[in-house]
Each structure stands twice: as structure tokens, then as C-alpha cells.
């Protein structure tokens, strides 16, 4: 990937599947979708449970339901159209792979500075044309870029240590400097579950540094 791989950077940000294969040579790889798979599995993991990502189908009308997770132990399957397939996409890299919110950003990176000193993170975004809630149409729209994402992966790397690149550096910079609760509650995609009656989820999403969980997924499983 040349440059876009941002060579001789320790701490990296990419978006999405291409920024996975972008960063491919990470040690480690974490996967932000604050709204809501990540935010999910920390509440999961929190509990002692483990996650299995599993491939989202529109049709399904399946949703992610963080409020509904707040208790939930054993083994929980998860479909997301972004942070499952993220999951997976990472995994093939040969990275350890973790996931991240901002309820355990924190504990997330330390755990990341164990694994290795080259850490790639891949805010998920959205899919323009794809309504989650309505089980949406059967092709995923283009990539976009979200504010809670963005904001989650600024936490991570705001609590790594190492030479950052630009991508990383800004990121970081703009988690410290944002009412974070605020903006994620009022972007595109915080509006979007509120309006539809799904406050309680991203209020769950919005808590900052309230989990020492530090979700890595093995054989397939986050635990």
C-alpha cells in the first residue's frame, strides 16, 4: 500500500475493510463501531461472557441492542454489517485483533501495548444507504466516515504510546478536544437511534472509561 500503509509510524488509523488491508502489516488491530457492535461486545466481555461475530443479514431485520446486553453472560452471537465483518477481515491479516468503545478505550490499549509496537486502528464508519433499524437494502452503500467512530478510535490512541502518524495524531486530538458525549449524541447516527427510540444504547455508548474489559478475539470468538 506504499504510502497509505503510513510507514515508519508505530500508532495508525485507517477507515473501514480498505483500511484494514491498509495497515495489514500491524501487530495488532483495533476495531471501533461505538453504534454499536463494539459497545456491545464490552458490555458482553464486562460481564465474563464471551462474543461471536457472525455475518449481518439486511433482510434479517437482526439488531444490535447494547441495552439489552447489560446483563448477558455465556456465549452471544453478534451480527454487524461493520464491526463483525471488520472482525473478520482483520483476522485473515494474522493480527491480533481487539475491540474498542469508549467505555473500555483505555483498557483496550494497554492490552495493545502488550501484544505488540505496531497498532493500527480501525474506526468501522457507517454505510450511506443502509438503515439498520428497518433492516435496510440487501447491498451495502459506500463507506461513511462518522463522528462516534471517530471519536472512539481518538480515544484509543490518545491512551497509546509511540511515534503517531498524522491520521493517529489528529484522531487523538480531537477526542481530547470534544464534549464527546455531546457530539456523539447529536451526530448523524446518535440522532438517528434516538429519534427511533434507542436512547438507552447510546447513552451506554457515551460512557467514557467505565470498563476494564479488553475484548481480543481468539478462534473466532471475542473474550
Known sequence: MGVFSQEGYQLKLEWGPEGVNALRDCDV??????????TSVDLVVGNGGQVRPSRWKPASGKTLRPASLVSATGLVELPSPNGSNLCFLAAETGAHVLAACLRNASAVARRAQELGETIGVIPGGERWGLDILNAGPREFGPLRPCVEDYLGAGAVLAALVGKASPEAQLAATAFRNTDVE?????????????????AADVGLAVEIGVSDAAPMLVDGVLR
Open 182 to 198: 455531546t457530539a456523539v449524541r447529536e451526530c448523524g447516527s446518535g440522532r438517528e437511534l434516538i429519534e427511533n427510540g434507542h
Open 29 to 38: 488491530l483495533i476495531v471501533v463501531d461505538v453504534l454499536s457492535f463494539t
